[in-house]
């Protein structure tokens, strides 16, 4: 049983507004996609796929270690991950994590609970609680409130045995992530719970914030 792991790390990431794409931009020092590949090595995996923008492709020679790969993104994170998926081409027996370059507060020890979770019940994904409460809204008017109750947001590490993501893959769904293409082949799928420093750096403020914590956890 091997330990495989995908970075999806391809998008533009428009909604930052900066220069480079998302996973290239730097966070106190090191890019978004060192940092990711850093936290999975730590775990450790024993190969890794990472999904970049096509003009990005030499730069990650540089970066990569011998048991790790770049491939072409695809147009979606979906499009994305299997193009990963099929370059390193997994064992049916193997587990794999896919785990998002834009995630930089992630721990090594919560990818391993995933990864372990996983291989005890085949599909396992990092989550965090709601705290907020809901509302439903229609333009600026409020509609409802939504019962968060045993609500949860998904994030990243998800890990599932090879078998299982193949597919779960197979399916030509375009989803955000891949526990929902398991959830529609009726795969259970069990969550992890982490910290919330999990979050997907994704505005500006995001990367302020992430960028903040590092600060303070390096002093
Ligand atoms: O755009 P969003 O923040 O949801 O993307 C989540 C992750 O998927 C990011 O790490 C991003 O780089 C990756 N992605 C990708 N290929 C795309 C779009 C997004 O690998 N076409």
Redesign the pocket.
Known sequence: MGWIAI???????S?LARPD???FVSLGGRM?VER?LDMLRAVPFDRIAV??PQERLPAMAGILHPNEIAVE?????A???RRAFDALDPGPGDVVCLH????PLVSAEETARVMRAAVRVGAAIAATPLVDTLKRVDGRRVTGTVDREGLWAAA?PQAFRGEILRRALSAAAEA?DEASLCEALGVAVEVVPVSRLVF???TPEDLELAEAILARRDA
């Not at 970075?7 to 990431?13: H, K, T």
């Not at 993104?73 to 994170?77: E, I, M, N």
């Not at 998002?100 to 995630?103: F, L, S, Y």
């Open positions: 970075v999806p790390a391809a998008g533009s990431g909604r794409p998302k996973a978004l990711a999904a970049v993104g695809g147009p979606t994170r499009q994305s991950v998002d370059a834009a995630r990243t955000t997907k750096v994704t």
